[in-house]
């Protein structure tokens, strides 16, 4: 059995990761629908400033820069 190298470890986990996100992504925006959910501006403010920061966080942890992990809520 041919062991796995580092790089393709890290292919396999970072396409599987980065497709789960999206997916994740694309079922957050099913709550866009008004007719099925009630939501203000200020909540979608803090979800997508919750969304760019963490993207933000994760480039920077590639870049050597390590930053604090905060759990989201919106109350």
């Given at each position: 059995m041919t062991q796995e190298t580092k790089r393709q470890k890290?292919?396999?986990?970072?396409?599987?990761?980065t497709n789960k996100i999206l997916e994740m992504m694309?079922?957050?925006g099913n709550c866009?629908?008004?007719s099925n959910y009630d939501y203000t501006?200020?909540?979608?403010k803090k979800i997508f400033t919750a969304l760019e920061k963490e993207?933000?966080?994760?480039k920077n942890r590639f870049l050597g820069?390590?930053?604090k992990e905060e759990r989201f809520t919106l109350e």
């Open positions: 890290f292919v396999r986990l970072a396409e599987a990761r694309r079922l957050l866009s629908s008004k501006d200020e909540d979608i993207l933000k966080n994760t820069v390590e930053s």
